[in-house]
Each structure stands twice: as structure tokens, then as C-alpha cells.
């Protein structure tokens, strides 16, 4: 009995024990190994024993390294951008979609394919409709009788040429989460203000956005996270470049880490850039809390109307 | 999973629209599908015929690009290829070869722990949920630094496949545990109670009671974790070696050279595209479960 009893006891630490091991092996160790190297002067070479204790150097050396700022600068230019542009073109197609069509679920599948293709493969197809020479866009320019446009080699250019991939690729994302949150709306609500003689516009804007905004919130959210992991697109497009123009941080961090092999710097970056995410998350989940206290007050409001 | 429940029943038939909705569903499905059917008829072609400019559509597609990758895989020997570089072909079997085997051991590993987490009351879902959104937060790149010195120094699994596949699980495993953790949940706990009374034990129960009821819960894991695995180049480019690099690291490289064979790389990107394109088709329902669970739902 008693031992029957003990094995019970254990069977749930030998279903999570595999897990735990592996997080802890290979996530939390590495993520608390890189806030312990960004305090080295450290190169690949070298065994981290025996790299040196340089305290806050490498932090401080960033915060006055011209191309860290700039690079910074430029990832908060680009996730912003594409965020804002994203949201509101995905908002948009799904406040147009939403009604009751064949082939929906056709075109949902049509949109996700953008967003389960290798970013390599994403960057690889752009870079090539972006080619001075063969690639669509200048083609078809060329032929209308316009100007090519220097799309991956004028620093402005690029950051558009980026942005638009961007785009393409993950508007489906919030178009997606935005026609699920709108399907799942209260019915009830819809049909009392149409009842009442709402248009269209006032619907959207009066009872489909403010009910939407708790879940637009976080869908705002897991794309502005993402967007501050977008690298490898970049990578192929541009590889930063020209300049600095497009060399977002995840960029410079892995250049760092490579080119320069300035491990302790790259370490350094790495945690500049997990607070601002951890900062945009923790300021992002607060502003959500209230939002939906809100939004559950408004739909009672509405539901007793 | 109702969010996509159409209108009830009686709103069955579906409503006429005017031609200017039907033209922009048709522009926003060439605006997606575009740049995939770009890269596909670029992949039929041979270079001479991307560069030329007089080019047009009418050009027979040809399949040489294609043996050209997989020259080292086929059972014969394409006439066109001069020298047959082998990159290609054996990055496709270590993607093949990392990618499911880290899936399947996300899979089992997640499985036992979402199961541990819902019957056993260890951590609420706030816990689980909170981490899995944390590690979204953390970007590959930084990871690269701490996995490339452990890996390298400490581990000894730089250039293995154990220790990309090891990176690979643990990057999955907090969303994988969190998305099963909600289908789990809604397993009977009758049903389970029904099998230990036939004197099942706790990994009986689990394997033949459990697994089979989440098998939609499962599909979506899957789809999600190979993707990554499939997908992923910064970290393989740092870990592996020459013989165990995976298909993005080899696409990398090959355009860092001055010329590009468009033809080639793009039949290679088309290689790399495809089994997500057919994951897509079998299972979007589960992949928008699975990718709106976390907003919508809560």
C-alpha cells in the first residue's frame, strides 16, 4: 500500500521532469549564461574561463557607439511602421471580409501560406522581384515607361522595399486574428443597434472596434513582438544595408557575434533588446487589463440596452 | 473552437455581394499567391532565360533546375550537370532528419508535461501561458551568443544534430505544452477514470486514452514546431558544420556569391517552401487554432 502509494506521488514529476530539464539545459542556462557574458570582454576563440571581467564596459560602450544607436533607432522606425500599417490594413480587410461567403476558409488558407514559408524563402522571392534589372517591379516600370526605382540599393528605398515584404507577409496574421475576434463578437449587440438604425460606419466604430480592442490589443502585441525577431528576411534583402539604413539590432547582434566576434558586446546588445521587449510587453499587458475591464463594462451597458 | 462557427443556421444560404467585393478578394488573392508563383515559374526556368530580357511567359518549363539541387539524391544522372554539388541535397535530408526528429520529441516531451500541468494541479495556466508569451519575447539572435559558447564549450555538440534539435525543442516546448494543455483540458476525466478501473496504469491511461482524444491539439503542435525547426537559420547557421548544415544555411551562402544561378536557388527556396505549402492545405484549420488560441481566447 505504502508504496503504491509513493510511485503515485512521483508519476507527476516524471511526466514534467523531461520538460523541465530541457528548459532548463537549453533555454534558462544560456539566456543567464548571456547575462553573466555580457559583463566579458569576450571572443569566440576564447573559453568563457578565460575571457576578462570588464564589468559594465561593454553597456556603456553601446550607449555611445554611434551604429548601436542608429541600429536601435532603426528597429524601433521599422516595427513601429510595419505594426501601425499592419493593423490597420488587416483591421480593414477583415471589417470588409467579414460577411458570409462561399470559399472563406479557402482564402484563409490562401492568406496563411505567406506566414508558414521559410523567411529565407520570403526574402529569397522579394529579393528577386526587387532585382535592378530582372525583377518585376522595374520590369513592369520599365515597360509603362517610368523609371527604374533603386529598390535594395538607396538607403530609403530599402527600408520601404523591407517594409513591404514585411507586409505581405504578416498582414495575414492580424487579418486572421481580427476576423476571429469579429465572428466571435455578441450577435445580440449587433442586431440591437442595427435595430436602433446605426450605420455601417457608426457600427464599426461604436460597438465591432471597442468590443475588437482587447484581442486587437494583444494581436498588436505578438506582432510587435515578432517584429523585433525579423531577421532573416532582412538578412537576404538587404543584409542591412546600404549603409546602415536597414541593419535592425537582431542583425547587428549576430554581426557582432560573428563578423566583429565581440561576443561580450553582442551579449550586451542582446539584453539592450530584451528589456525594451520585456519593457513593451509588461506596458502592453497592463494597458490590455484595463482595456478589457473596460470592454466587459461596455458590453453589459450594451447587453442591457 | 467556435470562433469560426459561421452565423446560425437560418443565415445559411450566402448573402449576394457586389462585383467591386468579389474584384478586391480576387486582387488580394493575387496580391498572396503572387510572389509564390513568381518564385515557382522562376524555378522552371534556366538562367539564360531569367536574364534575357526579352523573356516571356511562353518559354517550355523544364525541370532542370531541380535536378541540378537534387542531382546527388536521383537515381540517375541528369545529362546537364557537369559537376554535381552534393550542398544541396544533403541539407535537404538534415532538415528532413532535424526537423522530425525535434518535432517528435517536443511532441512527446510537451505532451507529458501539459498532461502533468492539467491532472496533476501543478501551475495554474496563467504560469504556463505567461512563459510561453515570455519566451516568444526572446529573439533567436539572442540565444545565439549563450548557445554557440555552451554548445561549443561546455556541451561538445557544436556540428551534431543532437545539439540543434536539443535548441530546437526547448524553443517549442513552452508553446507546444500551452497549446496542448487547452485541448487536454477538455478531455472527460471519466474517461480516464473508466480506464484505470479496467486496471490501465498511469502510462496506459496516458498513451492510449489521452493521446488519441487530442490528436486535432497534436496536429497543430506538430505543424508549428517543424515549421520552426524547417524554417530556422540563425541558430543552424551557427551550430552546424559543413556536413550536417540544414537548407537555409546553404541558401545563405549561395547568394553571397557575386553571380546568382536564379534558376537554381529558386528551385532550392521552392524545395524548402513546399511542405509547409502542404501543411497549409491538409491543415489550416488547425494551424488558425492554434495561431488564434493565444489572442482570442485568453
Known amino acids: 500500500m505504502q508504496s503504491s502509494f509513493n510511485t503515485n506521488r512521483l508519476i507527476p514529476y516524471f511526466f514534467l521532469a523531461p520538460a523541465l530539464i530541457i528548459l532548463g539545459v537549453a533555454l534558462l542556462y544560456p539566456i543567464g549564461y548571456m547575462i553573466y557574458a555580457s559583463f566579458l570582454d569576450w571572443n569566440p576563440s576564447q573559453r568563457i574561463g578565460e575571457a576578462d571581467w570588464v564589468g559594465l564596459r561593454n553597456y556603456t560602450f553601446l550607449l555611445h557607439d554611434a551604429s548601436f544607436r542608429e541600429s536601435f533607432f532603426v528597429t524601433l522606425k521599422f516595427a513601429s511602421i510595419v505594426v501601425i500599417l499592419e493593423m490597420i490594413i488587416g483591421v480593414g480587410l477583415a471589417l470588409l471580409l467579414d460577411r458570409n461567403i462561399r470559399g472563406m476558409s479557402a482564402l484563409r488558407t490562401i492568406f496563411i501560406l505567406p506566414m508558414m514559408i521559410a523567411p529565407i524563402v520570403v526574402g529569397l522571392m522579394w529579393r528577386y522581384m526587387y532585382h535592378p534589372t530582372v525583377g518585376i517591379f522595374n520590369r513592369t516600370l520599365k515597360d509603362w515607361g517610368f523609371e527604374a526605382i533603386p529598390w535594395l540599393s538607396d538607403s530609403w528605398w530599402s527600408l520601404v522595399s523591407v517594409i513591404i515584404a514585411d507586409i505581405w507577409q504578416w498582414t495575414p496574421f492580424i487579418f486572421i486574428l481580427s476576423l476571429a475576434a469579429l465572428q466571435s463578437l455578441p450577435r445580440s449587440a449587433l442586431e440591437a443597434s442595427r435595430i436602433d438604425g446605426a450605420t455601417g460606419w457608426q457600427q464599426i466604430f461604436y460597438i465591432k472596434l471597442p468590443l475588437m480592442m482587447p484581442v486587437l490589443i494583444v494581436t498588436a502585441l505578438l506582432r510587435l513582438i515578432d517584429a523585433f525577431k525579423v531577421l532573416e528576411v532582412i538578412l537576404v534583402l538587404t543584409n542591412g544595408g546600404p549603409g546602415l539604413s536597414t541593419e535592425i539590432l537582431s542583425l547587428r547582434i549576430s554581426r557582432t557575434a560573428s563578423e566583429f566576434r565581440e561576443l561580450g558586446v553582442a551579449a550586451a546588445m542582446s539584453n539592450y533588446l530584451l528589456i525594451l521587449l520585456f519593457v513593451l510587453t509588461v506596458a502592453m499587458f497592463l494597458y490590455n487589463k484595463v482595456v478589457e475591464k473596460h470592454a466587459i463594462k461596455q458590453q453589459a451597458k450594451t447587453e442591457e440596452a | ?298
Not at chain 2, 515559374?41 to 526579352?54: A, E, G, Q
Not at chain 2, 487536454?184 to 486496471?199: N, S, T
Open chain 2, 1 to 298: 473552437m467556435g470562433f469560426f462557427s459561421q452565423k446560425p443556421a437560418h443565415n445559411n444560404q450566402t448573402e449576394k455581394q457586389n462585383p467591386a467585393f468579389y474584384a478586391l478578394v480576387f486582387v488580394l488573392i493575387i496580391m498572396a499567391l503572387g510572389p509564390i508563383v513568381l518564385m515557382l515559374s522562376t524555378s522552371l526556368r534556366l538562367n539564360v532565360d531569367i536574364m534575357n530580357d526579352s523573356a516571356s511567359w511562353l518559354i517550355m518549363p523544364t525541370l532542370r533546375n531541380y535536378e541540378t539541387v537534387l542531382c546527388n539524391a536521383l537515381w540517375y544522372t541528369p545529362e546537364h550537370v557537369d559537376y554535381c554539388n552534393p550542398t544541396f541535397g544533403r541539407a535537404l535530408g538534415n532538415s528532413l532528419i532535424v526537423s522530425l526528429i525535434s518535432t517528435i520529441i517536443t511532441l512527446i516531451v510537451g505532451c507529458m508535461a501539459a498532461y502533468a500541468l492539467v491532472r496533476f494541479r501543478f501551475m495554474g495556466r496563467g504560469v504556463v501561458s505567461m512563459s510561453t508569451l515570455m519566451m516568444r519575447m526572446v529573439p533567436p539572435a539572442v540565444l545565439l551568443v549563450p548557445v554557440f559558447g555552451i554548445w561549443t564549450f561546455q556541451y561538445g555538440l557544436d556540428g551534431s544534430y543532437s545539439g540543434i534539435i536539443l535548441v530546437y525543442v526547448a524553443m517549442n516546448l513552452p508553446f507546444v505544452i500551452w497549446i496542448l494543455q487547452s485541448f487536454i483540458v477538455q478531455v472527460p476525466i471519466q474517461l480516464e477514470e473508466a480506464a484505470k478501473m479496467d486496471g490501465a496504469n498511469a502510462l496506459q491511461t496516458f498513451f492510449l486514452v489521452v493521446l488519441p482524444v487530442i490528436k486535432p491539439g497534436l496536429a497543430a503542435a506538430s505543424i508549428f514546431t517543424f515549421r520552426i525547426a524547417w524554417n530556422e537559420f540563425l541558430l543552424a547557421n551557427a551550430l552546424l558544420d559543413r556536413n550536417t548544415r540544414t537548407v537555409p544555411v546553404t541558401i545563405v551562402n549561395s547568394i553571397t556569391e557575386h553571380d546568382i544561378d536564379w534558376g537554381v536557388i529558386m528551385a532550392t527556396g521552392m524545395l524548402l517552401a513546399v511542405p509547409p505549402i502542404i501543411f497549409t492545405f491538409i491543415a489550416s484549420k488547425q494551424i488558425i487554432t492554434g495561431m488564434t488560441a493565444g489572442a482570442v481566447k485568453g
